[in-house]
């Protein structure tokens, strides 16, 4: 593997998960390692990382949908769904020492191929900090508003693609 590249995140890659996620997120949008844990354990072919010179600069988590369900912040992931309709890109965070060199792009694009692997043409996220017009930029629409923490808006965002 090289020094700036995409893997596929473990277990043992939380502390850097944590790092990068309290870079970039508010304080009320932090969620738990247990919460880390719980999807890349029970789907890690929907989980990966940008590198950086060796280091953690950036994630993708993504895990199977239905209908649109969203999987609320914080949740631990106990099980998925017996019948998953699309892939939900639970989480995405580049540190910010890092932005504004396509990494998030490449992650999304890893998300579509892990979605196109699986069969799925739809994708759908919960997008948080005012970033609807970045997921609108990769082909994302708006589907409707909710509340995803206390005092954060957010839109529920959906991607359909040919197959
Ligand atoms: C959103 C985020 C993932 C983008 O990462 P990135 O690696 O800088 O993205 P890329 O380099 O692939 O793309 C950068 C482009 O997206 C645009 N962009 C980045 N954040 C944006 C935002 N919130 N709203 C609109 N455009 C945004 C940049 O202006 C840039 O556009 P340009 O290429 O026309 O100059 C990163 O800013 C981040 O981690 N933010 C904090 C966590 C977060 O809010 N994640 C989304 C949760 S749903």
């Keep these: 593997m090289q020094a700036n590249d995409m893997k596929p995140l473990a277990p043992r890659d939380l502390p850097a998960i944590m790092r990068v996620q309290r870079a970039s997120y508010r304080p009320s949008l932090i969620e738990s390692p247990e919460a880390f844990l719980s999807k890349i354990?029970?789907?890690?072919?929907?989980?990966?990382?940008?590198?950086?010179?060796?280091?953690?600069?950036?994630?993708?988590?993504c895990v199977p949908g239905t209908c649109n369900d969203i999987y609320p912040l914080g949740?631990?992931?106990a099980s998925l769904p017996?019948?998953?309709?699309?892939?939900?890109?639970?989480?995405l965070?580049?540190?910010?020492?890092?932005?504004?060199?396509?990494?998030?792009?490449?992650?999304?694009h890893q998300a579509e191929a892990v979605a196109a692997e699986l069969g799925h043409r739809r994708i759908a996220l919960t997008s948080v900090?005012?970033?609807?017009?970045?997921?609108?930029?990769?082909?994302?629409?708006?589907?409707?508003?909710?509340?995803?923490?206390?005092g954060e808006p957010a839109a529920y965002?959906?991607?359909?693609s040919e197959l």
């Design 41 to 61: 354990s029970s789907f890690p072919m929907g989980a990966w990382g940008h590198l950086s010179d060796g280091e953690l600069a950036a994630y993708i988590v």
């Design 75 to 77: 949740s631990v992931t």
């Design 82 to 91: 017996d019948r998953p309709d699309h892939l939900y890109i639970h989480d």
């Design 93 to 108: 965070a580049v540190h910010p020492a890092h932005r504004g060199h396509g990494i998030a792009d490449r992650l999304i």
């Design 129 to 150: 900090q005012g970033s609807e017009q970045f997921w609108a930029c990769h082909g994302f629409e708006h589907v409707r508003w909710l509340e995803y923490a206390p």
């Design 157 to 160: 965002m959906v991607k359909t």
